[in-house]
């Protein structure tokens, strides 16, 4: 009986040994900074049971204490700072908010003690508070927002900072100004998975159209988005804006919109944050059951939550319907303004071909006194001039050109509406609806020939019946299991405990007949 009773004894301590061993090696794998170190952990971690390693991950990592204040870091070739506030207990999970600079068309990054000035000036008060994270990554030609290698850069500076902090994956919020407030809207478009709330603060979502990838406005229902912007704003006036925030939010966007008095300035922000804060407070990030997802890269923007497109091919589908607002052109004139004149009067610097001014006969040289019959001794006075026109209608322009007085005929076209929004030849389109009930997820696929589904727990649950239908057509039945390499991988890629995707169902769509 001794005998038997050492041998249990033997028996429970190996055992407990070798889960500290493997559980040390998960620790390793979550917190390698490379995939190469990652890598040596992976023989232990495949002989684990997988339902033992699932409810591991879902654990995640362990933290330990950290000292508060500023800290640097860089990812993807990113600079960034970050704030670790007094009140993080590495016991519970804290919330982040990226805060993305303006004016990123630069050469050079913007040295990060200013950014900590930045971030603190608005932020700082609320995370000291509250025990928010803060962090200010640095932008520059190569790594906008907007462009794909921004958006892998703040994706891995967020996996970096989880290695080391307890953050909520409930609660990372994006938050931005002019272009920050632009890349903010990319994210919202283009790559939401990692983040829960967007708030973009006089931005352009236009921005990210024309420098990053296509934006279709459907893609704003998937996360919650609280958008400012400014009556006097001179590149983003709220007016030129209110109508495509309008049409996101016919297209169904989870969307505030908030328009204040003021101009390209976040002076509104210190009276702003508790609405703000309100906001981000009722939109912790859940997995949703719902998903639809425009697309047209696959390659860098595929994703969105536990849906990944793929491959595109026309001939597919029905096409769903697309919200693009349209927008009236500006009245032009078509002249450039010489700068060091200085009046009475506006002289032309240069002329732009295909404008009125052009077809007029207007000259580089020439000094504009009037037009439509009012007095221009300005570039203010100009400028209401040419605001008070009438597109298609006839008006006159005094110029005084080599001592002469010339009286020119000119007439703005008719402005023809343009969508906002570009829209490539080829893109597609995914709605998808899962219920829990009874293991059916339906799906709408329009251009779509290839897509995955990350079976992603709690919405999905390892050995539970699963029917995935296409168009109408079931091309997936049965219990998946997990899958130990899937869930290694995006347990490192995706570093959330609320949402851990443990296996896939790759699909291929039929063309339409």
């Known amino acids: 009986m001794r005998r038997l009773l050492v041998c249990a004894l033997c028996a429970v301590c190996v055992f407990v040994w070798a889960q500290e061993d493997w559980y040390k090696a998960l620790q390793g794998y979550l917190r390698a900074e490379s995939k190469e170190d990652a890598g040596k952990y992976l023989d232990a971690l ?7 390693l699932l409810t591991a991950v879902q ?22 700072t970050l704030y670790v506030p007094p009140k993080y207990d590495p016991a519970k999970p804290a919330p982040i908010l990226f805060f993305l600079h303006g004016a990123v068309n630069r050469p050079q990054f913007i040295p990060l003690e200013g950014l900590k000035k930045y971030i603190a000036y608005f932020w700082k008060d609320k995370a000291d508070k509250d025990g928010w994270f803060l962090c200010a990554p640095a932008s520059k030609r190569g790594l906008m927002w907007w462009q794909a290698a921004g958006t892998r850069a703040l994706e891995e500076l967020l996996r970096k900072i989880k290695r080391r902090y307890n953050i909520d994956e409930r609660r990372v919020w994006v938050g931005g100004f002019s272009d920050g407030g632009s890349g903010a809207f990319h994210l919202a478009a283009h790559a939401p998975t990692h983040f829960a709330a967007l708030i973009p603060l006089n931005g352009n979502p236009v921005v990210a159209d024309r420098y990053g990838a296509p934006v279709f406005v459907e893609n704003f229902k998937n996360r919650p988005i609280y958008a ?13 804006m209110k109508p495509i925030m309008d049409a996101a939010k016919k297209a169904g966007a989870n969307l505030i919109h908030r328009i204040l008095p003021g101009i390209h300035r976040p002076d509104y922000l210190p009276n702003e944050l508790p609405k703000i804060a309100e906001f981000l407070a009722k939109n912790p990030l859940k997995p949703s059951p719902s998903i639809t997802w425009f697309v047209t890269d696959t390659k860098n923007y595929g994703r969105c939550d536990w849906l990944v497109v793929r491959q595109l091919k026309e001939g597919i589908g029905e096409k769903p319907d697309c919200v693009n607002p349209t927008t009236k052109p500006r009245k032009v004139l078509g002249v450039r303004i010489d700068t060091k004149f ?7 610097g240069g002329v732009v071909k295909g404008t009125a001014a052009a077809a007029a006969g207007i000259q580089p040289g020439d000094v504009i006194t009037k037009l439509a019959d009012k007095d221009v001794k300005n570039l203010s006075d100009l400028r209401d001039a040419i605001k008070a ?3 298609g209608k006839p008006f006159s322009v005094t ?11 000119a007439k703005l076209p008719k402005p023809k509406p343009k969508p906002v929004f570009t829209r490539p030849e080829l893109w597609g389109a995914v709605t ?17 020939s290839k897509l995955t589904i990350l079976l992603t727990y709690p919405l999905f649950e ?14 997936y039945s049965g219990t998946p299991q997990i899958d130990v390499g899937t869930l290694l991988k995006f347990a490192r890629t995706d570093m959330n405990r609320n949402a851990v995707v443990w296996g896939k169902v790759d699909v291929e769509v039929e063309e339409s007949k």
């Open 46 to 52: 495949k002989k684990v049971g997988a339902t033992d």
């Open 59 to 80: 654990k995640g990592l362990t933290y330990k204490k950290e000292e508060s204040g500023w800290v640097e870091l860089k990812a993807e070739g990113m600079p960034a």
């Open 228 to 240: 400012v912007h400014t009556e006097n704003d001179a590149l983003y006036p709220a007016a030129v």
């Open 342 to 348: 200085a009046g009475p009067g506006v002289r032309v």
């Open 389 to 391: 026109l009438t597109p």
């Open 399 to 409: 110029v005084q050109r080599g001592g002469n007085t010339l009286t020119l005929n």
């Open 432 to 448: 998808a609806s899962f219920s829990k009930n009874d293991g059916s997820l339906k799906i709408k696929a329009y251009n779509v």
């Open 462 to 475: 390892p050995g539970k019946n699963l029917q995935i239908e296409v168009n109408g057509k079931v091309v």
